[in-house]
């Protein structure tokens, strides 16, 4: 029995021994052992409502070159793709491009003794090499063995202008051959060179708009010509960078420009999308590979678009000093592989970032490319595996609504886009759904209509032959005459008659502060029910979101406001209206609310895009007939002329106002008591403590 204990333990240090000598093994050749390390960044998607929101990591940190063989970088500028067999990288401090294989192996350099200052590159399929030199004033095109075959220098035509001067920065081609060039300090667009003839000049291509406010224009136009001189020039903002797709499709990018700072540019020079979310300072821009597009910041956030501008993911972000893989500390250019990894040129630390998406990015990629070509029934299997692993994420509910519409799958449809808050395919989907209800239903509604009808009928034949509503109409009589009920319904003439209902309650008593306090509390209980439960279409809080509490304090302050500062500046101004007087005719003034909304809130539970129309203008004179009331009832309560009234209007909203303000100014002042007490308790507590 001992010997076979001894065996056992030989045979457990022997496991032990192997297993040190394999990872020992392991390390010292540099294998590489499956590893999934924590991402140094976090990943941002835009919600329904617009608000960014966090979501699941859409591409990992997979790799950085630092150096491409035994060469070093030097303040490289730019970089692209071959294949994905080649890199070309812009070696700008030594004025050269660096070639090297997948693996950073060095394959070969060129452009020594030719490139001053090179900016840009660009790399047909062919490996024609096309380079923008600023200080040389000129783009070079090399071949594929690195020989020099062309130089474009500054076009001779007269529509290039005299006086503009030439300062290449960025550079790409397209299938024929013609060279798309952004120049430094040219804000008349890119420039458009093509090769024939040794290159000719075929004019600006994508020139950003100018922007001028409304203020900025009526201002101008009241200064003299020379303080219009002295005042900073309203002129086109010139391109950061750009890149061109498969199809010949430019793409720019343009800091400053806002929902334009990224364009997709057609033949016509105009542009084809449109985003919401944009970064403050953009450095690159590339085409993916299923219709989406990537911009990359210089602080190292990478943005991802789909082909309608709906940002995808956003992640990334500056390294600290800390040196972590992914992170970037000035970011120069950004290519996308062939197998969807993104590599990221970062000019200070030399060295190009490449990030592989994760399973969650390969099923969106496949639903994108799907559903961009039409191929709506095959999206739907990718979309569901997205959602399975996120199911509020926006796109892919959208799209997945989408693609059931294009089936005739209204119900879900509808589902889908009211998740995705996508308001045009719900109100597509609703309207089919509400044909198809009508169309099953018209007939009923018919006859239950004309049913209703005939019933009225022949109730008021048998009441005047029978007086057999004697009854009902005796207690409607009693109920009516109870006083608060009376005074409730006195807003039906007030909004018909505002002047002789503003004498009747200045002079005859007609309402009370009960009656406008019931109008009050009605009027808030619709603004409520219309904000949290109208129609979807016209809904502008998250579902879910309710906060009561908030609506109504923030009624009655606004109450307060309006009562109190406008009797303050009737009195002072020699109004007749009494406080109550004045509280009860503005409650009134707000009859039409009370009396509309519930036909505005039903409409809006009924319509479509379509008709949608109706709604906004059932507001629009909800609110003008309050407006008028509003006018009607300060003027008639106080005895104003129509010029005082507006003078008295004017006052009231000034003085609003300034009480705003005081009161922001209080609330700031306490904070810092409150603060400047709590510190000192701190401390107390502390010193006792110590």
């Not at 592989?356 to 569901?384: D, I, V």
Request: net charge negative.
């Amino acid at each position: 029995m001992g010997e076979h204990k001894v065996k056992k333990a030989l045979k457990r240090k022997l496991r032990s021994a192997l297993l040190l000598m394999l990872i020992t093994g392991i390390l010292v050749s540099g294998i590489k052992l499956p590893a999934k390390a924590d991402t140094p960044y976090k990943t941002y998607t835009v919600d329904g409502y617009g608000s960014v929101t966090e979501t699941q990591t859409a591409y990992l940190p997979y790799e950085t070159l630092t150096k491409v063989g035994e060469e070093t970088l030097v303040t490289p500028t730019d970089f692209t793709l071959v294949n994905d067999e080649y890199i070309y990288i812009l070696d700008s401090g030594n004025a050269r491009v660096v070639v090297s294989d997948m693996n950073g192996e060095l394959v070969m350099t060129f452009g020594e003794g030719t490139l001053v200052s090179p900016r840009g590159i660009y790399v047909s399929k062919d490996r024609t090499t096309y380079v923008a030199d600023r200080d040389a004033g000129a783009v070079f095109v090399f071949d594929a063995e690195g020989n020099l075959t062309q130089t474009y220098t500054k076009p001779t035509e007269a529509m290039y202008g005299e006086t503009q001067e030439f300062l290449p920065l960025k550079v790409v081609a397209n299938a024929s051959g013609t060279l798309y060039v952004v120049c430094e300090s040219n804000t008349n667009g890119i420039v458009q060179i093509s090769p024939v003839d040794g290159g000719t000049f075929l004019g600006y291509f994508g020139t950003n708009a100018t922007k001028a406010t409304i203020w900025t224009i009526i201002w101008r136009a009241l200064l003299t010509d020379a303080q219009r001189a002295k005042m900073q020039s309203n002129i086109p903002a010139t391109p950061d960078n750009m890149a061109i797709d498969d199809k010949g499709v430019i793409y720019t990018i343009t800091r400053g420009e806002h929902n334009d700072t990224l364009k997709r540019l057609n033949i016509a020079g105009v542009n084809m999308i449109e985003t919401t979310e944009y970064p403050d300072i953009p450095a690159a821009v590339a085409a993916g590979n299923h219709d989406n597009v990537f911009v990359a910041t210089q602080t190292g956030f990478i943005y991802e678009y789909n082909n309608e501008g709906d940002l995808l993911f956003m992640f990334g972000g500056s390294d600290d000093g800390k040196q972590r893989i992914g992170l970037s500390t000035k970011v120069e250019a950004i290519q996308i592989g062939l197998d969807d990894k993104i590599y990221l040129l970062d000019s200070e630390k030399a060295q190009i970032q490449i990030y592989e998406p994760t399973e969650f990015t390969a099923y969106l990629h496949n639903a994108l490319y799907l559903f961009s070509k039409g191929r709506y029934e095959e999206s739907k299997e990718p979309l569901g595996k997205v959602l399975e692993m996120n199911n509020l994420f926006t796109y892919a509910n959208m799209a997945m609504g989408k693609a059931l519409y294009k089936e005739g799958n209204y119900e879900e449809a509808l589902r889908y886009a009211r998740i995705a808050k996508d308001k045009e395919s719900y109100s597509d989907a609703f309207w089919e759904i509400r044909n198809v209800w009508l169309r099953n239903n018209l007939s009923l509604i018919v006859m239950l209509i004309l049913g209703l009808v005939i019933l009225w009928k022949v109730l008021a034949f048998l009441h005047r032959k029978k007086q057999i509503l004697a009854g009902p109409q005796a207690v409607l009589t009693r109920a009516g005459d109870v006083k608060l009920i009376k005074q409730v319904r006195y807003m039906f003439y007030f909004v018909r008659h505002p002047i002789d209902g503003c004498y009747g309650i200045k002079k005859e008593g007609r309402v009370s502060v009960l009656s406008a306090n019931v109008i009050l509390v009605l009027g808030a209980f619709l603004y409520i029910l219309n904000k949290y439960m109208c129609g979807f279409l016209n809904k502008t809080v998250r579902d879910g979101s309710y906060d009561v509490l908030t609506d109504i304090g923030m009624i009655l302050i606004a109450l307060v406001l309006v009562v109190g500062c406008n009797y303050l500046m009737c009195t002072i101004n020699d109004g007749e209206g009494k406080l109550k007087d004045i509280y009860c005719s503005l409650i009134y003034s707000f009859s039409p609310y009370v009396m509309l909304m519930p036909f505005i809130f039903l409409l809006s539970h009924a319509v479509s895009n379509n008709e949608i129309f109706f709604v906004q203008f059932g507001n629009f004179c909800m609110w003008v007939w309050i407006a008028v009331l509003v006018f009607i009832s300060i003027q008639e309560i106080n005895a104003y002329t129509v010029k005082e009234t507006i003078k008295i209007i004017g006052l009231t909203i000034f003085t609003i106002l300034i009480v705003c303000l005081l009161a922001f100014i209080i609330y700031v002042l306490w904070s810092q008591v409150f603060d400047f007490i709590q510190s000192i308790f701190g401390e107390v507590v502390y010193r006792i403590g110590s």
